[in-house]
């Protein structure tokens, strides 16, 4: 799978073939739950049978909080919360926008966090008008 998130590799994130940011879950072969984080063995039913699966890029918000504390290197205020992907999987992810529950949302790129070493960069959810 081609890798378009820039020169960071981003922990659990690809691209798909339009080069867009892509959650890699897994999917369980034997009684089909799926996850994200990706995992080996499945939360549901144990089984091993798990394989890395692309997840849609787009969602619902289905809970929000504006953190205004916390490690110095995370950006303040803060919009964090629950992403109800589209095929059922929770996501907790910052959020960019102004976050409102239910919105559809869109997964991006963006600096999460402003480290010592420089910029940190990982996955967001989007805030989609309409
Ligand atoms: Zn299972």
Known sequence: M?????????EGVGADAQGQPVLLGAACG?????????AGVCPHCMS???AIEAM???????SFSIVHTGPRKWPRPMSVGYVDLENGVRVFSQLR?????DAAVELG????AQGTDGPERGFVFT???G
Do not use: H, K, N
Request: net charge positive; with cysteine; aromatic share 4%.
């Open 56 to 62: 849609p890029r787009r969602g619902r918000l289905y």
């Open 97 to 101: 926008g102004r976050p409102r529950i």
């Open 30 to 38: 034997a009684c089909g739950t799926r996850i994200f984080p990706a």
């Open 109 to 112: 790129i963006d600096t999460v």
């Open 2 to 10: 081609a890798d378009s998130t820039g020169d960071q590799r981003i």
């Open 48 to 50: 091993e049978a798990m």
């Open 127 to 129: 805030m989609l008008e």
